[in-house]
């Protein structure tokens, strides 16, 4: 009976104390981005390679798994001008565990307009450029934010948002709540 009430008691403690997964990514390499600003002519288009790991940190939940679902794809944008995608295969965090997955998102012939492209090699040339990343799971209605994702810096925090599919706009443009 005793040892029924510590144990208990021990896992009211220790469900008090777990906290929710963390998600991250990091870029740790980039090729591609280096003729930014001296790139020419009408459109001027890049091809940058982009190694990035997505990571999750679980190491304060005691209660659950924490995973990246199915087959989901990496986008890499600046200032909203898309650079590159790629596929992050599915993995987990067991309790108390940090997991990362290293994945590839590239951009072939992409076209940035000039003014991101001088901010961007601007940037670069300062060591401070920093993209964001959405992780999107097909198999999940979750999208991982990570705003300032930092080319060559540590992991950034990611937001988990809701995706809220909806019917298609009606004729008159109003939405049509389903
Ligand atoms: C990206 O990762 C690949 C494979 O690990 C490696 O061979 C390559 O050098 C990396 N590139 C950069 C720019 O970090």
């Known amino acids: 009976m005793l040892i029924w009430f510590v144990v208990f008691i021990a896992a009211m403690i220790s469900s008090s104390k777990s906290r929710d997964q963390d998600y991250m990514v990091a870029i740790t390499g980039v090729t ?37 679902y199915g087959l989901s794809t990496a986008v890499v944008s600046y200032g909203d001008a898309f650079l590159g995608k790629g ?25 940035v307009p000039q003014f991101l492209r001088e901010r961007l090699a601007g ?7 920093a993209v964001d990343v959405q992780v999107t799971s097909e198999s999940t209605d979750r999208v991982l934010v990570c705003s300032e ?24 443009g109003s ?3 389903a």
């Open 149 to 172: 994702v930092k080319i060559g810096g540590d992991h950034a925090p990611c937001r988990r948002e809701e995706v809220y599919r909806r019917s298609a706009p009606a004729a008159d």
């Open 123 to 129: 940037e670069m040339k300062r060591g401070e450029a």
């Open 87 to 111: 596929s992050v295969p599915p993995f987990c965090a067991e309790k108390e565990e940090v997991q990362e997955r290293a994945a590839t998102a590239w951009g072939q012939g992409v076209v």
């Open 175 to 177: 939405t049509a709540s």
């Open 32 to 68: 591609g981005l280096d003729d930014l600003a001296s790139a020419t002519g009408d459109e001027p288009s890049l091809s940058p390679v982009f190694n990035l790991t997505v990571r999750i940190d679980n190491s304060g939940n005691t209660l659950h798994r924490a995973c990246v």
